[in-house]
């Protein structure tokens, strides 16, 4: 069984930093494409950033680029998102999730972690 867990949000300032986790169980991140989308209230959930798994290529949102970066750690099966220079619009619910195919693809996700950045 798949299961994506997100850790590592918070209340932090304008300015500031923070590194989101993706735990995964019952499969490899490092074997399929993983993202990272956020939502924020009352607005449609957006993707943030996606790592492909052939050759860890990345596409980042336009809004992100060059503050925000992904990478994995296989060893320990968890995909980071580390978000640096945080403005109040990157206040968001932030989820990651997995592409995975066997007999079609199938897209997993985890349950979310909030994000506030506010003075």
């Known amino acids: 069984q798949v299961q994506l867990v997100e850790s590592g949000g918070g209340l932090v300032q304008p300015g500031g930093s923070l590194r989101l986790s993706c735990l995964g169980s019952?499969?490899?991140?490092?074997?399929?494409?993983v993202n990272w989308y956020r939502q924020a209230p009352g607005k449609e959930r957006e993707p943030v950033v996606n790592m492909g798994y052939t050759d860890d290529s990345t596409t980042y949102a336009e809004s992100v680029s060059g503050r925000f970066t992904i990478s994995r750690d296989n060893a320990k099966n968890v995909v980071y998102l580390q978000m640096n220079k945080l403005k109040s619009e990157d206040t968001a619910v932030y989820f990651c999730?997995?592409?995975?195919?066997?007999?079609?693809?199938?897209?997993?996700w985890g349950q979310g972690t909030q994000v506030t950045v506010s003075s």
């Open positions: 019952g499969v490899p991140l490092s074997r399929w494409p």
């Open positions: 999730s997995l592409k995975v195919f066997t007999t079609k693809w199938n897209d997993y």
